[in-house]
Nanobody
Framework: QVQLVEAGGVLVEVGESLKLSCAASGGTFSELNMAWFRQAPGKEKEREFLAAINSGGDDTYYSGSVKGRFTISRDNVVNTVYLQMNGLKPDDTAVYYC?????????WGQGTQVTVSS
């Protein structure tokens, strides 16, 4: 069983940067493909995909809404995946979740709140 714990969500102002982290335990981290999602206020049934990174960390994929502003990375030594977010906008306000995928299972963290104030 893989456990994921996100951290780093805070209140920031428009244009600022923020880096989220997600620490994994309970599995072999270097075997996990990792991703970040978010859920905006009022969209409880919609979890938006943001970015993914493969187990080795040499392949990444981004949604169009964040490509060029957000960067996903991982450190397999400390079992952590990161999401660097630059140029934050009010529309980026959401609960951010990391996910781990090891076929056929998908694991979720509990989320961390990011609020962008205008």
């Amino acid at each position: 069983q893989v456990q994921l714990v996100e951290a780093g969500g805070v209140l920031v102002e428009v244009g600022e940067s923020l880096k989220l982290s997600c620490a994994a335990s309970g599995g072999t981290f270097s075997e996990l493909n990792m991703a970040w999602f978010r859920q905006a206020p009022g969209k409880e049934k919609e979890r938006e995909f943001l970015a993914a990174i493969n187990s080795g960390g040499d392949d990444t994929y981004y949604s169009g809404s964040v490509k060029g502003r957000f960067t996903i990375s991982r450190d397999n030594v400390v079992n952590t995946v990161y999401l660097q977010m630059n140029g934050l906008k009010p529309d980026d306000t959401a609960v951010y979740y990391c996910a781990a995928f090891l076929s056929p299972k998908l694991y979720w963290g509990q989320g961390t709140q990011v609020t962008v104030s205008s």
